[in-house]
């Protein structure tokens, strides 16, 4: 099983990223898949969760209605549509997965918002 994240960058106030999590040795649409973010001393964030069924998704409340997570079932991807981005959005983001009693995590990717 891998996870490798990309998009990351460094953005200005109020722009915009997507974030991939490409996925191997598993297939996505099977298990709920999840991004999370780490800022520097702080603790690890859930930010956002889609389900297997690709029915249903969770968001964090402090980036409700400014982010979107979705997939791509062909591509074996999940995205991290992320918009209006603040400084408080600094952080590193992980794409994350428990795959039976397993968690899996990727490398991360790094977002800077700063102007």
């Known amino acids: 099983v891998q996870l490798v994240e990309s998009g990351g960058g460094l953005v200005q106030p109020g722009g915009s990223l997507r974030l991939s999590c490409a996925a191997s040795?598993?297939?996505?649409?099977?298990?709920?898949m999840s991004w999370y973010r780490q800022a520097p001393g702080k603790e690890r964030e859930l930010v956002a969760t889609?389900?297997?069924?690709?029915?249903?998704?969770n968001y964090a409340d402090s980036v409700k209605g400014r982010f979107s997570i979705s997939r791509d079932n062909a591509k074996n991807t999940v995205y991290l549509q992320m918009n209006s981005l603040k400084p408080e959005d600094t952080a590193v983001y992980l794409c994350?997965?428990?795959?039976?009693?397993?968690?899996?995590w990727g490398q991360g990717t790094q977002v800077t918002v700063s102007s």
């Open positions: 994350y997965v428990r795959r039976w009693f397993v968690h899996y």
């Open positions: 040795g598993f297939t996505v649409s099977s298990y709920a």
């Open positions: 889609i389900t297997s069924a690709g029915d249903s998704t």
